[in-house]
RNA sequence: CGGGGCGUAGCGCAGCCUGGUAGCGCAUCUGGUUUGGGACCAGAGGGCCGCAAGUUCAAAUCUUGCCGCCCCGACCA
């Protein structure tokens, strides 16, 4: 993508009402813009940012079993009053009327609707277990927006639903979750640590948050120092036990504010001891029969009985993950976006359009690597070579690549690492080649 | 929802107290000089001063109501 054709409307300067930094540098990268109060739309540069991380969740719930699905945002009111929800749910739950004076509603969570699926379409144990899932925008009218898209009232989840036959059947349904959950924050470049949670209104026993260690989260959480930096389980057999990933996990201390325990907080020695902010990406419950029992979803089972299904729900707040990420990783310049979510891997930055031979070597450059499948931001405009040095550290793609007419006099381009700030001069062969080979 | 604050050019702000018909910086456009870390000079365009009503000869400024947004708290992926 060529910047003279790309929208990326920047600020230079802050906008007022952004007081964290992941919402200062996604207005200023230009990567949203505030429709209403909690509501935002997604600009290009956010919009492939957003769809990156949407895929890393996507890919890595397949890979654990669940099976992808797409539910309306809304809902009739009918299904609610069904489970009981309809009244208890509370001003957060945004109540619509059609013309025909039926009373729907924007989902704010999806157990009855999948429940309903479920229980047409299901008759028997034989075809359980199963894993649901979709990612769709969900709305929960927060009394208090803030922190741009981190606390937003509209904001994209990827939830899925568990099915199984019995409470153990629903325990490996868990395990799966939260070991998927933990290899999808690494591929997005995050420190995640399972904490013990509150399961809320949704209700249930088994439940765990995933938190992000950000200085600025919202969430005061306590933990052992080793949980943070323990190895995510590589080549998981989803179908085997699950169970040691899970222990080695859930046995040393881990809790957010309201589950703490400062007894056992202090049993941990002292230099292990870690009380930190953090931020919540994810969060599993497991709750039984809490929505087959009112909604009759039922399976006949091994021996001819009807037994109610055993059910868990697990979400991921995607649109939050773009800030969360930006919180965990950014610098007094801007965004540092992990490789793998940048919405460009490289800016290829021309230092003087309007220079035959920098424009030569820049096309080239920029030809050669997309169609080898590299994502090239090309600023091609003619700006001044401060201003672009700015902009590119502001949006932070993972890499620059700076082509002027001083280096090329010696036949170099140079390579910036954003995230290091190392830089390497080479010929803009050698450059195209490192990013095109073993890709 | 309780408490606090703010709505003036695309962004950041001044002007409001003490009414006289709108200004600064950045951005934008034109011309020129510049050109490897947010250049300089000269000029230009851009505003129902959040909306409505009221007071007044006269309202960005005073009064009332409404709307929007932000911050703190209680609540949450």
Redesign the pocket.
């Given at each position: 993508m060529r910047v003279s054709r790309f929208f990326m409307p920047?600020?230079?300067?802050?906008?007022?009402?952004a007081?964290i930094v992941s919402h200062r540098y996604m207005l200023r990268a230009g990567l949203v813009r505030?429709a209403?109060?909690?509501i935002y739309s997604w600009l290009p540069l956010g919009h492939r940012v957003l769809r990156n991380i949407e895929q890393i969740v996507r890919e890595e719930q397949n890979r654990a079993g669940a099976v992808e699905l797409l539910m309306p945002t809304l809902q009739s009111a009918e299904l609610w009053r069904e489970s009981g929800r309809y009244d208890v749910y509370g001003k957060?739950m945004l109540r619509i009327k059609d013309r025909h004076d039926r009373d729907l509603l924007y989902g704010p969570t999806n157990e009855e609707l999948i429940t309903d699926i479920f229980r047409g379409a299901v008759r028997s144990y034989k075809d359980l277990p199963r894993i649901l899932y979709h990612i769709q925008w969900k709305f929960?009218d927060?009394?208090?927006?803030?922190?741009g898209v981190m606390?937003?009232?509209e904001?994209l989840?990827k939830d899925s639903y568990s099915f199984d036959v019995d409470a153990e059947g629903a325990r490996r349904a868990y395990y799966k979750m939260f070991v998927a959950y933990l290899k999808t924050f690494a591929r997005l470049g995050l420190k995640s640590v399972p904490m013990k949670a509150d399961a809320?209104?949704?209700g249930g026993e088994l439940s765990h948050?995933f938190i992000v260690l950000a200085e600025t989260g919202?969430?005061q959480v306590y933990c052992h120092k080793d949980l943070v930096d323990m190895p995510v389980p590589d080549n998981v057999d989803f179908e085997g036990d699950l169970e040691p990933y899970i222990r080695e996990r859930t046995s040393l201390y881990a809790a957010t504010d309201e589950k703490h325990d400062s007894e056992a907080f202090a049993k941990i020695p002292a230099d292990k001891q870690l009380a930190a902010r953090g931020i919540?990406?994810?969060?599993i419950f497991y709750f039984g029969t809490k929505y087959s029992k009112p909604l009759n979803a039922k399976v006949a089972g091994p021996k001819g009985d009807e037994v109610l299904v055993e059910m868990g729900s697990y979400?991921?707040?995607v649109?939050?993950l773009v800030g969360a990420i930006i919180e965990a990783s950014h610098d007094d310049?801007g965004i540092i976006w992990p490789e793998s979510v940048a919405p460009f891997r490289i800016g290829l930055i021309s230092?003087?359009a309007d220079d035959p031979k920098t424009r030569e070597v820049c096309d080239g450059l920029y030809q050669k690597l997309t169609a080898a499948g590299v994502e090239v931001l090309y600023d091609d405009t003619d700006e001044?070579?401060?201003?672009k040095?700015?902009?590119f550290?502001?949006i932070g793609l993972p890499w620059q690549i700076?082509?002027?007419?001083?280096?090329?006099a010696n036949g170099q381009v140079?390579i910036?690492n954003r995230k290091t700030g190392e830089r390497q001069n080479l010929s803009a062969e050698a450059a195209l080649n490192m990013f095109t080979s073993g890709k």
């Open positions: 920047l600020l230079r300067e802050t906008p007022a009402e007081q505030q209403s109060a909690g957060e929960r927060e009394i208090r927006p803030r922190f606390r937003g009232r904001f989840m809320g209104p949704i948050e919202e969430s919540e990406v994810g969060h979400g991921i707040g649109s939050r310049a230092l003087k001044r070579a401060g201003t040095f700015s902009m550290d502001l700076i082509v002027g007419p001083r280096g090329l140079e910036k």
